[in-house]
């Protein structure tokens, strides 16, 4: 599957941006999804999942209360909206892809698709 992620950009702190990431080449609803980020100098962390269905999500406990992760499985595309935006959100942001998982929280090893990253800039 190809992973196309858009919407990154440049936000105040306390602001607030929307991420997409379109899928294609695969059958969408059979892969949990995910979003992880990193930051200049660190390693990629785990930001969000979303089960297949999208029932169930998980979330790195920086994101917890200021991030949602949804999907829409008819237009094979997940999002992540951001709120209450903090200078150490500013990073990397990937979308992440993988048949075989069975948690929505899971590991940068464990995933088998990535997209290609957007940046996000949260300035003070």
């Known amino acids: 599957v190809q992973l196309q992620a858009s919407g990154g950009g440049l936000v105040q702190v306390g602001g607030s941006l929307g991420l997409s990431c379109a899928a294609s080449g695969g059958t969408f609803s059979n892969y949990v999804m995910g979003w992880f980020r990193q930051a200049p100098g660190k390693e990629r962390e785990f930001v969000a999942g979303?089960?297949?269905?999208?029932?169930?999500?998980d979330y790195a406990d920086s994101a917890k209360g200021r991030f949602t992760i949804y999907r829409d499985n008819d237009k094979n595309t997940v999002y992540l909206q951001m709120h209450s935006l903090r200078p150490e959100d500013t990073a990397l942001y990937y979308c992440?892809?993988?048949?075989?998982?069975?948690?929505?929280?899971?590991?940068?090893?464990?995933?088998?698709?990535w997209g290609q990253g957007t940046q996000v800039t949260v300035s003070s």
């Open positions: 979303i089960s297949r269905g999208g029932g169930s999500t």
């Open positions: 992440a892809a993988d048949r075989r998982l069975r948690s929505t929280r899971f590991s940068s090893s464990e995933v088998s698709y």
